[in-house]
């Protein structure tokens, strides 16, 4: 059977099983199984063997039982990167470059920018700073143990110079970083532990720890940034659809200034950025 028609008969199976984009992810299995970019899977003309249509038959069943499609493929891009995933680390997504975007507009005037990035995941949001400003100095820090490791092996793969460390938001940090820094970000827990029951089933594939925080951690980034940034320094923090009017009350209640909310591109409260008074 020609990969078209393998395609296209995965492609149905997909859909019945109600996978979002199925035609894409079809495609995307079937490169990864047949180590092919697009050009050469549609320009293939011999069937697939029988270890090949195995492996693509378990890919197709994991991904209608709810595995995302990062973790059966073993990697995400992300912006100008593209970082390894597993199991048990929060799978970026594509709207959390928002965050990234206007995270490097607000330090664009800035040299070589001090940048920590608070729940760092895969890395995806630290290495993307470190990839687009190569002058500036990034740091990034997570709870997770897996999270840490696979960060630092992201960083090692791609030759950015981000370091992990691990440990609860700012406080595995040295001390001699106080009041330093010119960019907080972070893309934090921020899902109501109410809503767990309606999330789909590919989201809720993701830990728990990196899953439910409703804006818990918005105030503890709001109230524990502060020493760390310089005067004028910025935060900029990923929010759920909602929850923009709490969290730039949040920021303002604990004594930041120019607090902005951000949209994503389908007009989706996104980010909020806030700054620290000061020059």
């Not at 100008?80 to 990234?100: C, K, N, Q, S």
């Amino acid at each position: 059977m020609r990969p078209s028609e393998v395609l296209r008969r995965a492609a149905d199976y997909l859909d019945r099983h109600g996978v979002e984009s199925p035609r894409t992810s079809a495609e995307v299995l079937l490169m990864e199984v047949l180590g092919a970019d697009r050009a050469a899977l549609y320009s293939r003309t011999e069937g697939l063997s029988s270890a090949e249509a195995r492996s693509f038959g378990r890919a197709l069943c994991q991904r209608c039982a709810g595995t995302p499609l990062q973790i059966l493929t073993g990697h995400q891009p992300f912006r100008d990167v593209d970082v390894l995933v597993r199991p048990g680390v929060f799978v970026p997504r594509p709207e959390t470059e928002v965050l990234v975007e206007v995270a490097l507009s607000l330090v664009e005037d800035a040299d070589s920018p001090a940048v920590v990035d608070v729940g760092t995941g895969t890395g995806a949001v630290a290495l993307a700073v470190a990839k687009e400003r190569p002058d500036a100095r990034v740091w990034a820090t997570d709870l997770s143990r897996e999270a840490v490791q696979l960060a630092a092996e992201n960083a090692e793969r791609l030759l950015l110079p981000v370091v992990v460390l691990e440990g609860d938001l700012f406080g595995p940090l040295p001390g001699e970083l106080r009041g330093g820094f010119d960019l907080v970000v972070s893309n934090p827990p921020y899902v109501d532990a109410g809503d767990a029951a309606d999330l789909p089933l590919e989201v809720r594939a993701d830990p728990d720890l990196a899953l439910f925080g409703g804006t818990g951690f918005h105030r503890r980034i709001a109230r524990e940034a502060r020493p760390w940034l310089r005067p004028g320094g910025v935060v900029a923090v990923e929010i759920g659809a909602g929850q923009g009017p709490e969290v730039r009350v949040i920021f303002e209640r604990a004594g930041f200034e120019a607090v902005e909310v951000h949209p994503d591109l389908a007009l989706r409260d996104r980010v909020v950025t806030a700054r620290m008074p000061g020059p």
